[in-house]
């Protein structure tokens, strides 16, 4: 049996990044570098790129793949109501197998209670694992959610956007604009923005990820989602945001999620937990629950 988790209603702080991650209020404190241009990011001269702009990025999947894997920091950043909410994670992942390990920090709750343990996050096709989840699930079990099932193809769920599903709604790119040369953490790159269209970037995504991008395009008030995307001169990813409109059952909810990509070719070795220590109880979410079936 797999824990199924549904889309939450309310305001920002109901968005299913918070819930599935057990915080559902939060401190106004908090606060995030998901709009910023990164560690030494400064404006140089601009060039002109090989390709087109839309060319260009919609090759960073395969360019990923061909690397194989990376190490990566995550932010996800969502505000209302003058909270604001920053949840950050930090792993590596295989892009060839499509596997990797974050753990996710979250922010101090509105009480001023102490951090909150960090939950490791195991990301496999189709799947995400969580342990030290909380809410009601026992420390040494792991909760399995099926990505595709949710209605955001685990691009906030989990919050960590799955860094396949994050290049490959690349694939949809459009209206795209070279904005020029940066440096990023010392490294040279392009920056580029546009806007994906999740439909299309599902009928264009692999096999193994078609599925979540295109409950995904079921999830979001709109399919156009923005982006900002730097890439070095051998092609491939080193960062990018995504700003998503996510659909609740009041005003929308904004949040942006970014991914820094660095030392690739690191090793990366996932595990996925046995049946026997996957948690098939009620899930608690705020005053509600997710319950398997």
Not at 147 to 163: I, K, Q, R, S, Y
């Amino acid at each position: 049996m797999v824990v199924q988790q549904h889309r939450c209603g309310g305001g920002a702080l109901a968005v299913c990044a918070l819930a599935v991650a057990g915080v559902m209020t939060v401190g106004s404190g908090c606060t995030g570098t998901g709009g910023g241009e990164g560690a030494g990011g400064r404006a140089v001269a601009r060039d002109g790129p090989a390709g087109t702009p839309v060319a260009v990025v919609r090759k960073a999947a395969g360019a990923l793949a061909g690397a194989g894997s990376a190490e990566t920091h995550t932010s996800m950043e969502t505000a209302a109501g003058g909270t604001r909410v920053t949840i950050r994670g930090e792993g590596a992942y295989d892009f060839r197998r499509q596997l990797g390990r974050i753990e996710v920090v979250l922010p101090k709750d509105a009480a001023g209670a102490d951090e909150h343990r960090p939950i490791t996050e195991l990301l496999a096709p189709g799947a995400l694992y969580m342990k030290n989840r909380g809410a009601g699930v026992p420390d040494d079990k792991w909760v399995r959610i099926d990505t595709t099932a949710l209605e955001d193809g685990n691009l906030v769920t989990g919050g960590v956007t799955d860094p396949t599903a994050s290049v490959e709604l690349l694939r949809g790119a459009a209206e795209v604009t070279y904005v020029g040369r940066t440096e990023l953490a010392g490294v040279a790159v392009r920056h580029y923005r546009g806007t994906a269209d999740l439909g299309r970037a599902a009928r264009a995504a692999s096999a193994t990820s078609r599925g979540a991008l295109a409950a995904a395009a079921k999830g979001f008030r709109t399919d156009a989602v923005p982006f900002d995307a730097f890439l070095d001169d051998e092609g491939l990813l080193r960062k990018v945001r995504h700003r998503f409109t996510f659909a609740t059952e009041g005003p929308a909810v904004a949040v942006v999620s970014t991914m820094l990509l660095y030392g690739f070719g690191a090793p990366v070795s996932v595990e996925l937990p046995p049946e026997a220590d996957i948690y098939t109880g009620r899930v608690q979410q705020g005053g509600g629950g997710a319950e398997a079936p």
